[in-house]
């Protein structure tokens, strides 16, 4: 049986009778609780993939931070040496 995972762009609903399930017994209900949990897996690994990015991203931002305090503490520095 293939996964949802081949199926990246699959948007919908499933929904099926009491009548419909009880006839499949219940392959439907068992199909549908699939679904759902493969739905929950795939939204936890995209909330987890934002945070990374977001912790990435702020990451770099302290990186840019030191570097430009860096950089100005260099410009003060040499100032100095040439006010002498």
């Excluded at 609903?13 to 068992?30: H, P, Q, V």
């Excluded at 199909?31 to 990015?53: D, K, P, T």
């Amino acid at each position: 049986m293939s996964s949802l995972a081949d199926f990246p762009k699959l948007i919908g609903s499933f929904g099926f009778s009491r009548e419909d399930d009880e006839s499949s017994k219940g392959a439907l209900s068992a199909l549908g609780e699939r679904i759902q949990h493969e739905r929950r897996c795939r939204e936890a690994q995209a909330e987890q993939s934002i945070a990374e990015v977001e912790r990435h991203r702020a990451a770099e931002q302290r990186l840019r931070d030191v570097a430009a305090a860096k950089h100005r503490a260099e410009q003060q520095v040499g100032r100095r040496r040439r006010t002498r």
